[in-house]
């Protein structure tokens, strides 16, 4: 199974929560709300869960094996530190890139 498209948005806010995520596989199978943490560790990514009547969080999706979830992850946050930082679209980075080179030229 390959990864395919990975896309990632940030988010401000006060907690551990620093962005969602949506993980494509095989132009075929796409999985939302992904969550990249800030933990104890470091970043890492949580899968999405749901809230039983108990309240515990059950995984909604999730890797079987811990070398697939480590690729995933990896991508994953690969593309957290690409991202652009909350508030601004990637067509407003791309503008921006085609005015430096405008002006340089």
Do not use: C, W
Request: glycine share 4%.
């Amino acid at each position: 199974m390959e990864i395919t498209d990975v896309r990632v948005r940030r988010i401000t806010s006060e907690g551990k929560l620093r962005a969602y995520a949506t993980i494509t596989f095989d132009n075929q199978f796409v999985v939302h709300n992904l969550k990249v943490i800030d933990g104890k560790s470091g970043l890492f990514v949580a899968m999405p869960s749901r809230k039983t009547k108990s309240g515990e969080f059950k995984d909604v999706a999730h890797p079987i094996s811990s070398d697939f979830r480590a690729i995933m992850q990896e991508a994953i946050l690969d593309a957290f530190e690409k991202a652009p930082p909350p508030g601004v679209e990637e067509s407003d980075l791309e503008d921006e890139k085609s005015e430096k080179l405008r002006t340089s030229e």
